[in-house]
């Protein structure tokens, strides 16, 4: 059960029989419906095209596939990582880690030079709320019609457009869940298994999990997460400094503000460029005023730098009220680009791509570890020999089969009994019981050092080696 914190305002300037005046605070503020106005311009321009670079890759790389293995696929039951044609394992974690620091740093980097581009431009929650809105407006109109509509009483065309629109955004929520669950369960598959009814229980969860997922994030909640869910808006303005470009208005050339007749120079009537037309604030997806400064609910995508650039058109005025600008230049100061902060973070972005790429060009496709037989320490064959047995664990971590020719070096005439040559299926870890042996006179002392070889015969450049231990009587 909820427990509410009774909050009281307290004026001791005017007291009422004896006592403070009080009055109640409600500590919930209720949202309020944003309906922004759809606008064009350069940035709205750029933003369609990131927008559909972003979605096209995502709909269609779960489709793709390179070698007959899948072009990006996340196999958890197997633990392999299929990423354009190279297979990871849990060994590669390091890889992981990496690249998830480059993601980071190249966000802060990008962060303090530009500010939130990444949101404005391609965070899943602007790219998804943005076809959201964009299926809205073709089915509901524009601004003032969608404000309309819901004040309007119910009818059958309001329940019409209404249940189109909702049922639009549940199919492409459906899709992007689908799309989302065909990364970790092959896609084809998944397609076939979800509406023949075979899947397994946690894909059904999973695909509806990512479908309401998407469907209330895009379609309901909006900038809200923005606002109170996501971390980053919140420690964004750490990464500020006041060289870093964001969306600002240029208060020394709007101030005063006023409405004006467009034959009316600002300079006749006293008033700066900002005519207060409200277009900034209506095309606002989080529907705040960029005038009155830099807010962590603006989110930088720019929609207010198309408005006011198309009213200072009308009027006849230069564009730029509102620009991508920096605190600096709005002082009428330098601003620059190179500083302590985008050195400090620039070194390490640039340092963790050069261990990710190295890593990465030295990383050898197969893995295999050799484990002594503990059960016995060694015995004598037939012929006299010593004999030691292991368990070699070869593991195939390119997209094709692979055929390993085995030896073992170390000690003078030691060979393998058992079988050389193996073949292993792309992803497959095999365990071979294998059989090594040595003359006696071939051993220097009790215990002694060996080295395991795999060289792949369908690729020469793939060579696994190990060592291990081969043990005799005591000399
Ligand atoms: S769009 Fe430009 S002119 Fe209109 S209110 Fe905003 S800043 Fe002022
Ligand atoms: S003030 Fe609003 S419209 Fe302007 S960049 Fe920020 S979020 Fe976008």
Known sequence: MSKEIPVKQVDPSEPSDGKPKTDTIELYASRKKIYAKEVTGLFQRIRTFS??????????????????????????????????????????????????IIAAFGLFFITT???????????????WTFIFMWVEERIEGNRNKRMKLDKAPNSAQ???????????WLII????????????????????????????GWAYFWVAFFTVATYLN???MREQVCLYMCPYARFQSVMFDPNTRIVSYDPSRGEPRGARKKSVKPEEVGLGDCIDCGQCVQVCPT????????????????????????????????????????????????????????????????????????????????????????????????????????????????????TFSLSVEGLDGIRILTDTQVTIDSGENRSLPTVVDVSPEA???????????AQSETDASLKLETESRFVGPTQ
């Open 173 to 200: 929520s459906l899709l992007t869940g689908l799309t989302f669950i065909g990364y970790f369960y092959p896609i084809r598959e998944l397609i076939v298994d979800i509406f023949t009814f075979q899947a397994n």
């Open 51 to 100: 927008l559909l670079f972003l979605l096209g890759m995502y709909f269609l790389f779960v489709w793709l596939t390179l070698d007959g293995a899948p072009l990006i696929h996340f196999d958890l039951p197997a633990r392999e990582f299929h990423l354009y044609g190279a297979t990871f394992y849990p060994k590669d974690f390091i890889l992981l880690s990496g690249m998830l």
């Open 218 to 220: 895009a379609g309901w």
């Open 443 to 453: 051993i220097p002392q009790s215990n002694n050092e060996i080295i395991f070889h």
């Open 287 to 402: 529907g705040i005023d960029i005038r009155d400064g830099l807010q962590y609910e603006c989110i930088g995508c720019a929609l207010c730098i198309d408005a006011c650039d198309e009213i200072m058109d009308k009027m006849n005025y230069p564009r730029g009220l509102i620009r991508y600008t920096t605190e600096n230049e709005l002082e009428g100061k330098s601003s620059k680009l190179l500083r302590p902060r985008t050195f400090g973070y620039g070194a390490v972005l640039a340092t963790m791509i050069g261990v990710v790429v190295f890593v990465i060009a030295t990383r050898v496709p197969g893995q295999m570890d050799a484990l002594r037989d503990r059960g016995a320490l060694f015995s004598f064959n037939g012929q006299g020999n010593i004999e030691n047995s292991y368990t070699l664990k070869i593991a195939n971590m390119t997209e094709i089969p692979q």
């Open 158 to 168: 309001k329940v019409f457009k209404k249940s189109a629109k909702h049922t639009i």
């Open 113 to 127: 030079l530009f500010g939130r581009v990444w949101c404005g431009y391609t965070c899943p929650q602007t790219v």
